[in-house]
């Protein structure tokens, strides 16, 4: 069984920034990194980006690029997301999902608790 | 294009079938992902792949696809099912998701 962990509610001031953590645990040999997807207060999902576990690639989405770092740690199963110059609207709730690769899809089989971020002067 | 449209709303009543359906280009080159989120709760996986289901989703999903459109079909829908289900594909983008209403 897999379980992914992340870290605890935020709260920043706009033009902060914030580090989310996310772990998994188990049964995660065949992972091949974590996707990042934030939500909104009732909107639907916004796919951020991901990372990879073998060599740190990334994939971020271009309207995050230049605000979004993922990294892996040294940490087995450990990754985090850092979105800098908080404004507003990224008041969201933050999730990483394990991201799976077979022959011919990827998918993210185990989500997070997700981890609320509230930016607010 | 990367976007992927979905209806905003179904329902269903008890017992009966429903399909949500999901469009978009890079629907033709990659099969869909779908994910069911009850209110206050992380997404789960319900199907991937050309039609897998994740150990412990019930045999009641079922995914399909042709063309730029792939479908999410729920035969004899339960309460339980009454959910936001959002597609996605290899590409980097979640469809716009339906809510799905079982009367």
């Known amino acids: 069984q897999v379980q992914v962990v992340q870290s605890g509610a935020e709260v920043k001031k706009p033009g902060a920034s914030v580090r989310v953590s996310c772990k998994a645990s188990?049964?995660?040999?065949?992972?091949?990194?974590f996707t990042w997807v934030r939500q909104a207060p009732g909107q639907g999902l916004e796919w951020m980006g991901w990372i990879s576990f073998n060599n740190g690639d990334t994939n971020y989405a271009p309207r995050l690029q230049d605000r979004v770092t993922m990294t892996t740690d040294t940490s087995p199963g450990t990754v985090y997301m850092e979105l800098r110059s908080l404004r507003s609207d990224d008041t969201a709730v933050y999730y990483c999902?394990?991201?799976?690769?077979?022959?011919?899809?990827?998918?993210?089989?185990?989500w997070g608790q997700g981890t609320l971020v509230i930016v607010s002067s | 294009s990367s976007e992927l449209t979905q209806d905003p709303a179904v329902s269903v009543a008890l017992g009966q079938t429903v399909r949500v359906t999901c469009q978009g280009d890079?629907?033709?080159?990659?099969?869909a992902n779908w994910y069911q989120q009850k209110p206050g709760q992380a997404p789960v996986l319900v199907i991937y792949?050309?039609?897998n289901r994740p150990s412990g989703i019930p045999d009641r999903f079922s995914g399909s696809s042709s063309g730029n459109t792939a479908s999410l079909t729920i035969t004899g829908a339960q309460a339980e099912d009454e959910a936001d289900y959002y597609c996605?594909?290899?590409?980097?983008?979640f469809g716009t998701g339906t809510k799905v209403t079982v009367l």
């Open positions: 188990g049964h995660i040999f065949d992972t091949y990194g």
């Open positions: 996605n594909s290899r590409g980097p983008v």
């Open positions: 999902a394990r991201r799976v690769c077979d022959a011919i899809s990827c998918y993210d089989d185990h």
């Open positions: 890079s629907l033709r080159n990659f099969y």
């Open positions: 792949g050309k039609n």
